[in-house]
């Protein structure tokens, strides 16, 4: 392999896992035609690969980026389980000697405490709103959005233990930041699933003109993987469009998400 290919060879990993392999072929392709005229063209070349790649790892949609697996719901809450059970361990590993809570109902006491704490926090940084979802599959939605957050209570509270051999009281203060951040990501990962199978929509499409908010809606419309229907987010909130609504498509629709 030449310098030239190994130079292209780095930039490649800029690229989205998508569009890595036409994104080299098709630079390999111009290298060749670069390096028929000599000098230090080829060099100077290669080189610019790494502002093409990054332009496309800086514009990619989201679906391209590679990001944790957490689509599936049963995939999201076995990794938040054993992302707690790890936290759990590493507590019981590292507070044998300097643990500050005794054995019983103090340490359930005390997660409920500091997670309460973090609410008005909460409520004063982020909006609660779910949008507007069929009534008949908000049971659905409702215990699944439970069980995110019976995860996430024991998940920050047993990692900050973890460490309060190493930051002491300061465990406190960094509980409840977390939790303010964990609630935070369950409310908006819950607002991005579909009610009838509970997993991430994607395909992300604006819709309209900021000049239209009046007449028609302006936002992204995003589409459930198994065809169950289309979420509709408003960029700019309307009287009309206050928050996001779920259009339910009906079966005839699947045959083309299949």
Known sequence: MTIHLAILQCAARLVPGGERADW???WRAELWQVQQRGGWRAARFCLGS?????WLRRNAPPDAEPRLRL?????????????????????RRFQSAGNPLRPGWQPLVAMLYVAAMSLPILVGTTSLSLGEYPAHRN?????????KIALLLPLVFFGGLAFWTVLGGMSVHCMLVGYVMVFRWAILDQRRRCPECLRLVSHPAPIGEPSH?????????????????????????????????WVRLD????????
């Not at 054993?82 to 936290?87: E, N, Q, S």
Request: glycine share 6%.
């Open 24 to 26: 080299l072929a098709e």
């Open 50 to 54: 790494f502002r093409d790649a990054r």
């Open 71 to 91: 689509e599936s719901p049963t995939r999201c809450l076995g990794l938040l389980a054993a992302a707690a059970v790890a936290c759990f361990l590493l507590a």
């Open 139 to 147: 049971g659905r939605r409702w215990a699944f959005f439970a069980a």
């Open 213 to 245: 908010v009046f007449l028609e809606w302006y936002g992204t419309e995003f589409a459930c993987v198994k065809g169950h229907g289309l979420l509709h987010v408003p960029e700019i909130p309307t009287v009309s469009f206050r928050t996001q609504k």
């Open 251 to 258: 079966r005839s629709w699947r045959a083309l998400f299949s």
